[in-house]
């Protein structure tokens, strides 16, 4: 039985692709890889997740890394959060759920500019018990530290508790605290693999 269902929001309820992003900017292959180590898989990334930095000393720290790429650092910073957009059919999913008696909340590792931006754009968030974003936490998935704020903050029980998240090591992270768990990626539909746990909670 499952009383409780956690959503992560990159790649689950709001596209975000690297990739794509930097590919709006840049077509030569060698530098969309720079671009690519030197901001979205640095450590200042994980930095903001933390709300250790903000997206300004962040900029300015990529700079000082790649001066001769300073525009299109600034450009790629400025617009980033544009291409995060609802993934319609999983948040439909999610409008679904929100009609019958169960408790939804979200764990998701995000910046502070960015969420509030999504935050005030998109209404989904309504739909919400609660939400344990990094930022605010000083933590990050997959650590224990977040999940067991999550679990203490709205006295959630694990084991009646599903965890949805398209990263492998922060759905390996949830089980061994004992959350049931959904690893959410391109060959699964969101809305058929739920389905079971909905048909459990009713009855």
């Given at each position: ?50 709300g ?6 962040a ?42 008696p ?70 390996d ?31």
């Amino acid at each position: 039985m499952v009383k409780n269902i956690v959503f992560d929001l990159g790649n689950v309820l709001l596209d975000f692709n690297s990739d794509e992003i930097i590919a709006d900017h840049i077509q030569d292959k060698k530098l969309h890889q720079l671009i690519s180590e030197n901001i979205f898989k640095s450590k200042e990334w994980i930095l903001l997740d933390r709300g250790e930095i903000t997206a300004q000393e962040a900029t300015q720290r990529f700079i000082k890394k790649m001066p001769e790429n300073e525009k299109l650092i600034k450009e790629i910073m400025d617009n980033w959060k544009d291409y995060l957009i609802p993934i319609d059919e999983n948040v439909e999913v999610l409008n679904n759920i929100a009609k019958k008696p169960i408790n939804l909340y979200v764990l998701s590792n995000f910046h502070k500019e960015a969420f509030e931006v999504v935050y005030e754009k998109y209404d989904f968030f309504n739909h919400f018990d609660g939400m344990i974003i990094s930022y605010r936490e000083k933590t990050i998935k997959p650590e224990k530290e977040i999940y067991e704020k999550l679990i203490n903050r709205y006295n959630l029980n694990p084991d009646l508790t599903l965890l949805i998240d398209d990263s492998e090591k922060n759905i390996d992270a949830a089980k061994k605290l004992g959350f049931k768990t959904i690893h959410f990626n391109d060959n699964i539909k969101l809305s058929n693999s739920i389905n079971d746990y909905i048909k459990r909670i009713l009855g």
